[in-house]
């Protein structure tokens, strides 16, 4: 699904990605974790084909990350990416323009899940009811490889468990690989069947899930703590 070799990307001085070797495989979902800063957003941003390598590569299917790659690549940034001016369901139609792979069944059941109501002006949702709003845009296309930066970060408890109970509930094992960035481990690491710890770009410790915690004998988010510490 995913293929990144020696991937470095430098910002003037900055290098903030240093080497970087990773796989994802279709049917795995990827937590991506480390604290702000350790180049997870950069590398997200290079996959999904926003920013170019400095060296190295990414390949998506075989592909280079580029305008070829762009309808396979679910991309859910960060940063607040919604109209102010528009409606719950306006929003939903105006992105379901751009998308072939747009699945309108499957967005109005997620929208039902996540207690969201079409006719509700953005203007007036707070950040978590938003934060959902964004997962259902990115959750009713059906691309092979889905990039969600920090679905989590700064929303509050009962927003993130409706998050990821919805990664879990409609996510297509069968059909797509997903990476998740966050740094909110605890609520995340449930979710993840890979995990890449990054500090300043570079990974400091990598593997199965299941086969970290037990070769550590503690949780994910425990051995997030101990090498960050």
């Known amino acids: 699904m995913l293929q990144v070799g020696g991937l470095r990307k430098r910002f003037g001085s900055k290098m903030a990605l240093d080497g970087l070797d990773l796989k994802l495989d279709r049917g795995r979902i990827l937590g991506l974790v480390g604290p702000n800063g350790s180049g997870k957003s950069t590398l997200l941003k290079v996959i999904a084909g926003l920013v170019q390598p400095t060296a190295g590569r990414a390949a998506i299917l075989g592909r280079r990350p580029g305008p070829q790659t762009k309808r396979q690549v679910v991309y859910l940034p960060e940063g607040d990416c919604l109209y102010r001016e528009m409606t719950v369901g306006g929003t939903l139609k105006y992105v379901s323009t751009f998308f072939e792979d747009w699945n309108q069944a ?121 090498v960050y510490r």
């Open 106 to 226: 499957k967005a109005l059941e997620l929208l039902t899940f996540m207690e969201l109501e079409a006719r509700t002006p953005i203007v007036t949702l707070s950040r978590g009811m938003r934060a959902r709003l964004k997962l259902v845009l990115a959750l009713a296309r059906r691309a092979p490889l889905v990039l969600l930066d920090e679905p989590l970060s700064g929303i509050d408890p009962l927003s993130r468990s409706r998050i990821v109970r919805a990664i879990v509930g409609q996510y297509r094992p069968e059909e797509a690989g997903m990476i998740i960035s966050t740094h909110e481990v605890m609520q995340a690491e449930p979710v993840f069947d890979d995990v890449v710890f990054l500090e300043a770009g570079r990974i400091k410790l990598s593997g199965q899930a299941e086969e970290l915690r037990a070769r550590h004998g503690r949780s994910l988010e425990e051995l997030f703590e101990e």
